[in-house]
């Protein structure tokens, strides 16, 4: 069995060059790309096969295309756009080798338009006969290069008898044939009586035609020899049409389209296959003398004339007999072949005979495929939303699909809309007109006057125009005076609102602005706005058609002079749509705004949109500007850059309307940034290649050259490659170094030696300064190449046997070093010595691989027996850094001035870090800059100090406008209760600081090896002790400050102390500050939300019986940083070791962290943080050296009791009366999206609060000491925002992410951008098992540094890769205890395998008041963590559960 589609689809296949397909609209595919795809793998045939979205242009492809093709096919399931812009083309494609197969469905309206254009027109309405009709089709276009259309039905599956592959070609190629006039069985053949109707105009029965000469006979001709070899090839007739009923009827029926046969008495029913040409001869054979009526019987849903083209052939031919003889004609329409039943023709018979065509059945709409509501894809609704959440009743969408019902599918073309507009306004002119018209007549009311000559004073007013219009309209309803006027005035009531006229469309229209209606609408100078979504990736952006060039609408309507031009991005800047599409409505005349939405299908994720227009914008390739003419008619510039770069069109078409000079101004980093394209990597290539040549010159004319190329993220393959070239250059060797993509395979061929050393990144890819050339060399190997005859190589490879612990995943151990060594050899290289494979998990970590490595590539050199003293210099640490600082100045400043880097200099940048500044760059495009060879996007992290974080209104709104002015327009809430800003580029550093500054707030110590912000709980009910711990949490910050002046010298522009001598002084910190971090928290039971056992030193409140602060337990030693597969770090909570006042506190707090300064471990940053000094000192020795600092023993601690980590959500009532709302901001993202304007309601109360905002560690706001009064101002901003919604499930509620992708340079995997979209799922687990309100705290982080605290939640997720997590489980539900790895490596699907069945036991098995960290340990799933030094043990679930959630 086969359907009419496939038939054809293999025909076009098999006998095509080209073929263009037309893609039908989202989400359905083409059902011919299915068919062709799956030839592909059957056929040995190859065409080129083109595609053409919905609403593009197939005209101009297939012109650009035919005129090269022996044969070109057009597929397509006929939707009217896509025949309506054939029309436009018909008569060029006419002369073209083309067969136009189009699919139809119970309708030939839109086919039929081609009808008169183009030469053949045929109609099949079986699969054997489209197989059989795509043949001849195929031979006619290829043979006489004229176009055909082959229309057909694909209702039914029949069995097709094909023609095999092999004899397609051949058949199509073959001789013409001459015409055997009849001989052939292609000719007509009454199925009834068996007699032929000749070809050549005799039918047998009554001759009498055979003299008429009709101008298509030539091309009948034509069409008569390819359906002659057509019939000779296939052995089946392949008549123009088929004559089914009595030789003498009284009424001949013609029927086009799909008609059944029906048997009636005297009737007979003459099918046609050939629609042109049709000759009027032929016509005349068909309709004996015997026939007083003719019906001509179509499948039409509509016709817009009132006569169809086979009528008009029809009345034709028969006026060519003698009037007595010419019967009667009636044109009959119908759509569903079921109307076609002999009842239904006998009446028509019994009717009289009407000059009007009849209806047969009613016209059938849900059946149409071209009748549908387009279907809008649902990523595009992000678009409409803003658009009706702006211009609500005025938004008019011209084009809308709502439209295609009433109006058909060419309601959604803009030349549609535009006749649309041009009619309304003309009806509003009309409307103001008339109600000036009624102002003139004398005896209206007063108040009727009163109200048109308001209205006309208002029509203009977005709200007045609409209040004012109806209040006019009640009282001319109600007026007792009645003229024309009012009539008319009332009969255009629809227009008294003004409107914002929107046409919505797609970037097809872009590929012929001409042809899509587009440029119409733009040279309209009518006031209507064209929102143009763009869907292409960036990614893929290099695979569309590069034949159809896509013409930049935008520059085109630049060019225009008076259009309004923005070209916007919802998922980079929601901001600046807004800000656009306001504009564009209030400009008087065409805008134009061009939105980006990249999506590879309708399921694409958000996080996936999100990251290709994040590419898109920040490769140029999508800016982000607005352009308004109005401003330059007055003087101001026009054009506005939202964006950091522009491409190379718009820049040029700037320079020629002198616009970039404005641009640069505005944006003065940019200057720099636009030139200054030539990154790091390529010159440092360009400067060591030089270096080298001289050093080969006059260094080691003689020694063996040793080159070493080393690929590394983390540094330590780099260490290796050092340590090899320093030992190879003792040895005599001529040896040099660099990365791996410092070569190409041109330069590595010229190479003899070469030792590479690379470490493994992410799931197994090579380290970021390698991808390039092992690329190439993937490339090269596919090409077959052997471009290294002359290289010898060997490769060290480092990596870590237990980081992939699945044996399916073994293959990722050491896997780039691996699959280098087996590239090189496949390129021709030869190793000198073997691969060495280095394990971290050996005695010796990595030194034991290379141990065993080295001395193989010295014997190789005949090295290996020369003694050279290893004169290794030492490694520059961060302590040397420190050290060397100056009090932590290095070169910042000299660096901020260097503006041919957006970076600083490395060992500066970890400087900054005490300065609250991280230097990043954007991981989402670091691969394509590279791939560009320009350096990374260098911006930077902003975190500020504020202790107990609290801020004042003032100071949110001064943050809110530096996220907007030098950030990337968003801010967050950290989990240390503070605000951080991302993307501020190097330019904007400074500014940013002093803005922060004029608040009063400061970045101070807010990262570094010092004690970070303090933090404290926001405890919104116990206003006063909050008041005591939060003067406290302040106190003990401002305590631990370092004292260098460094910060005000460099970022506030404060003189250096004593003119040019550093004479700082740190008596905390000394010159080397700590050995790493140092985290404080205050925490106030029953609740720990600072998760105080979490941090180095805790302070647990202990309230004395009058409800005042007595002091605080003292906590110490908990922390949450981890590596990977390292067993010397791990997780801790605090110990808690004693009792101390408030007095003591803060000198409680120094003598801790001092006596952590002088203990900690400054080797290794990763054993460097007290919690491991504690445990190698032991707790006991330790305190006993803090109470020997602080000349006295500490209390001893006193009970307390905390029952939850989480916030407390909603209103309360402090115990002073002022009230407090604690708002739930999702992972503490403070930002505008589309329903969610948080980032503008937190400003909107800012500007009217009078008390302060609380940050908490879990991430959220509390808004708080709010007075009764404002109470109700607030909540009503809060519920305008939808920041009152805390409707959401008990574990997001709980749950936590850490920033990661795509700013924190060591995030391996997405976490703030990914732990919504995982909860997502997970509570519709929840849910199912009724525990929709149950808090499960559930957080993840993209490293194991582990920023949100997830080594104490119930549930977490730490990145390993892009994908993959270490998974955990069993923390204590208010932080007291660790959690352990349940599962090394999991994925999403994963995941949702073992939470499902581990919740719903959870569900059923729980007992009273049981949380989930505590039941997974009761029911068995893991053990318990004790101590963070036996955090590993028993680790990955236990026993029948390890291997119950394995299965799974
Ligand atoms: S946990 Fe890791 S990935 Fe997340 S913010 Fe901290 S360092 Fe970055």
Redesign the pocket.
């Known amino acids: 069995m086969s359907s009419a589609t496939s038939s054809v689809a293999r025909v076009a296949y098999l006998a095509s060059d080209i073929i263009v397909d037309s893609q039908p609209t989202l989400p359905s595919t083409s059902q011919f790309a299915k068919e062709y795809s799956s030839l592909s793998a059957t056929s040995s045939r190859r065409p080129t096969i083109l595609s053409v979205p919905l609403g593009g242009d197939p005209g101009s492809t297939l012109l650009r295309n035919g005129s090269a093709a022996g044969l070109i096919s057009f597929t397509s399931s006929a939707a009217a756009q896509t025949v309506i812009r054939l029309v436009l083309d018909a008569a060029e494609l006419s002369s073209l080798p083309l067969v136009l197969h189009l699919a139809v469905k119970n309708d030939l309206s839109e086919v039929l338009l081609l009808h008169s254009a183009i030469p053949f027109f045929l109609v099949s309405r079986t699969p054997q006969q489209a197989h059989d009709n795509s043949l001849l089709a195929s031979r006619l276009a290829r043979t006489e290069k004229k176009a055909v259309v082959h229309v057909f039905y694909n209702a039914v599956n029949d069995p097709v008898e094909v023609i095999p592959e092999s004899e397609v070609q051949p058949f199509l190629l073959s001789e013409k044939l001459a015409s055997t006039n009849g001989m052939n069985g292609h000719n007509g053949m009454n199925e009834h009586n068996g007699h032929a109707i000749s070809a050549n105009g005799t039918n047998g029965l009554n001759g009498h035609s055979a003299t008429i000469v009709s101008p298509g006979s030539e091309l009948f001709k034509l069409y008569e020899r390819a359906a002659l070899s057509t019939v000779v090839r296939i052995r089946r007739a392949c008549p123009p049409f088929s004559v089914h009923g009595p030789s003498e009827p009284h009424t001949v029926i013609f029927g086009l389209g799909d008609i059944p046969s029906v048997d009636i008495d005297g009737v007979s029913i003459v099918s046609l296959s050939l629609l042109t040409p049709l000759l009027p001869s032929r016509i005349l054979d068909v309709i004996p003398p015997s026939a007083s009526r003719v019906i001509i019987l179509e499948q039409l849903q509509r016709w817009n004339t009132k006569w169809t083209p086979l009528y008009l052939e029809l009345v034709n031919a028969i006026h060519q007999r003698e009037v007595e003889q010419r019967p009667h004609i009636q044109s009959v329409y119908f759509s569903d072949p079921a109307q076609v039943i002999p009842l239904a023709i006998l009446k028509l018979l019994q009717a009289a005979p009407s000059s009007a065509p009849i209806q047969l059945g009613s016209t059938s709409t849900s059946s149409n495929l071209s009748l549908e509501v387009p279907h809008v894809p649902k990523h595009e609704s992000s678009y409409t939303k803003i658009l009706s959440h702006v211009f609500g009743e005025r938004l008019e969408v011209s084009n809308s699909p709502d439209l295609v019902l009433k109006q058909g599918a060419i309601a959604t073309s803009p030349e549609f809309a535009l006749g649309r507009v041009r009619g309304q306004l003309d009806q509003r002119n009309e409307l103001t007109r008339s109600v000036q018209k009624l102002l003139e007549v004398k005896d209206i009311s007063p108040e009727l006057h009163k109200l048109c000559s308001q209205w006309v004073l208002v029509k203009d007013d977005d709200a007045k125009s609409r209040s004012v219009g109806n209040e006019l309209i009640t009282a001319l309803e109600s007026s007792k005076f009645s003229s024309p006027i009012i009539d008319r005035i009332l009969a255009l009531r629809a227009h008294f609102p003004t409107r914002s006229r929107w046409i919505i469309g797609s970037d097809a229209w872009s590929y012929d602005l001409g042809a899509s209606g587009l440029h119409h609408a733009i040279a309209s100078g009518l006031n209507i706005n064209i929102l143009i979504i763009d869907t292409l990736p960036y990614t893929s952006r290099n695979s569309a058609d590069p034949h159809r060039r896509k013409q930049d609408a935008g520059l085109y309507a630049m060019n225009h002079g008076d259009v309004y031009v923005a070209s916007v991005a919802v998922y980079s800047s929601y901001a600046q749509v807004l800000q656009a599409v306001m504009e564009a409505d209030r400009h008087k005349g065409p805008s134009v705004v061009l939105a980006y939405l990249p999506y590879q299908n309708e399921d694409a994720p958000a996080l996936e949109v999100l990251k290709e227009t994040k590419l898109a914008v920040d490769a140029g390739y999508w800016p982000l500007y607005r352009w308004d003419p109005v401003k330059e008619a007055q003087g101001k510039e026009p054009f506005a850059l939202d964006s950091d770069a522009v491409k190379n069109d718009l820049q040029q078409f700037l320079d020629r309307q002198n616009h970039l000079s404005q641009l640069v101004r505005s944006k003065p980093e940019l200057a720099t940034e636009l030139v200054s394209s030539l990154g790091e990597n390529v010159k440092e290539a360009r400067r060591k290649k030089a270096q080298q040549a001289y050093d080969d010159l006059v260094v080691s004319l003689d020694a063996p050259p040793l080159v070493v190329l080393y690929a590394s993220d983390g540094g330590t393959a780099e260490k290796f490659a050092k340590r090899l070239a320093n030992r190879g250059k003792a040895r005599g060797l001529s040896t040099s170094i660099g990365t791996i993509d410092s070569m190409s395979i041109d330069t590595l061929s010229q190479e003899e030696y070469v030792a590479f050393v690379t470490s493994v990144a992410g799931q197994g890819e090579p380290p970021q300064n390698g991808r390039t050339l092992f690329k190439a060399l993937n490339a090269a190997a596919l090409r077959g190449e052997k471009p290294f005859s002359k290289l010898r190589y060997s490769v060290f490879a480092l990596g870590d046997s237990h980081y992939w612990p699945r044996p399916e995943d073994a293959h990722y151990y050491n896997k780039p070093g691996k699959d280098l060594d087996a590239r090189l050899e496949q390129l021709g290289g030869e190793r000198f010595a073997d691969i060495g494979l280095a394990d971290d998990q050996d005695a010796d970590g990595p030194d034991t691989g290379y141990k065993v490595w080295e001395p193989l590539v010295w014997k190789t050199f005949g090295v290996d027996s020369i003694e050279v003293k290893e004169a290794e210099p030492d490694p520059i640490t961060n302590e040397h850094i420190k050290a060397a600082s100056g009090y932590l100045r290095g070169t910042i400043a000299e660096g901020l001035e260097d503006t041919s880097t957006g970076a600083l200099d490395p060992s500066d940048t970890q400087l900054t870090k005490f300065h609250g500044i991280y230097q990043q760059d954007d991981r989402d495009i670091r691969d394509e800059r590279q791939a560009q060879g320009v350096e990374p996007a260098y911006s930077f992290m902003i975190r500020v100090r504020t202790p107990g974080g609290v801020c004042t209104p003032e100071q949110w709104l001064q943050m809110d406008r530096i996220a907007d002015e030098h950030g990337n327009g968003t801010f967050k809430i950290t989990t240390r209760a503070t605000f951080q800003f991302h993307g501020v580029i190097k330019q904007h550093l400074k500014p940013s600081i002093q803005e922060i500054n004029k608040v009063l707030l400061d970045t101070l110590a807010a990262c570094g090896d010092v004690n970070r912000n303090v933090i404290c709980s926001a405890i919104p009910s116990l206003s006063r002790l909050h008041a005591q711990v939060y003067n406290f949490a302040k106190l003990v910050s401002a305590h631990l400050l370092p004292r260098t002046t460094a910060y005000h010298e460099i970022w506030l522009d404060k003189k250096m102390v004593a003119g040019e001598a550093v004479k700082d002084f740190e008596p905390l910190y000394g010159e080397f500050y700590l050995p790493r971090k140092f985290k404080i928290a205050v925490a106030v039971p029953p609740t720990n939300d600072v998760d105080v056992f979490a941090n180095d030193l805790g302070f647990i409140a202990i309230v004395d019986e009058q409800g005042e602060l007595a002091g605080f337990n003292v906590a110490i030693g908990g922390g949450m940083g981890v590596t990977h597969g390292n067993k010397k770090t791990y997780p801790r909570v605090a110990d808690v070791i004693g009792f101390c006042t408030v007095q003591q506190g803060p000198a409680v707090a120094e003598k801790i962290m001092l006596t952590q300064r002088d203990n900690g471990n400054r080797a290794d940053r990763k054993n460097a943080r007290l919690k491991y000094t504690i445990d190698r000192m032991g707790l006991d020795a330790f305190k006993a050296e803090v109470e020997s600092r602080l000349g006295y023993p500490l209390a001893p601690a006193r009970s307390y009791t905390f029952d939850r980590n989480i916030d407390d959500f909603g209103w309360s009532t402090g115990d002073d009366g002022r009230h407090h709302v604690m708002l739930f901001i999702e992972n503490g993202r403070i930002q505008d999206e589309p329903d969610r304007d948080f980032k503008t309601g937190l400003r909107e109360i800012a500007k009217i609060h009078k008390g302060t905002f609380r940050l908490t560690a879990n991430q959220h706001i509390m808004v708080s000491e709010i007075s009764t009064e404002d109470v109700p101002e607030i909540k009503r901003i809060l519920a305008k925002y939808k920041l009152d919604n805390l409707n959401h499930t008990g574990l997001r509620l709980s749950s936590s992410a ?3 992708f795509p700013t ?1 340079g ?3 995997a997405e ?1 703030e951008r990914y732990l919504p979209v995982l909860i997502d799922k997970v509570e519709k687990v929840c849910e199912e098992n009724g525990l929709r309100n149950d808090s499960i705290v559930m957080r993840m ?8 605290r997830p080594y104490v939640a119930e549930v977490a997720f730490v ?1 390993k890769a892009p994908g993959s997590y270490s998974m955990l489980l069993g923390g204590g539900y208010y932080g007291q205890r660790l959690n352990k790895i349940y599962r090394e490596t999991v994925s999403e699907p994963e995941i949702l395998a073992i939470l499902k069945p581990m919740i719903k036991r959870y569900a059923l098995e729980r007992n009273e008041g049981e949380h989930f960290g505590d039941f997974v340990i009761r029911a068995g799933y893991i053990a318990p963590t004790t101590s963070g030094k036996e955090w590993y043990e028993g680790m990955g679930g236990e026993g029948q559960y390890r291997e119950a959630a394995a299965a799974a």
């Open positions: 850490c920033v990661a924190c060591l995030a391996m976490s982080t993209g490293c194991p540094n582990g920023c949100a990145g």
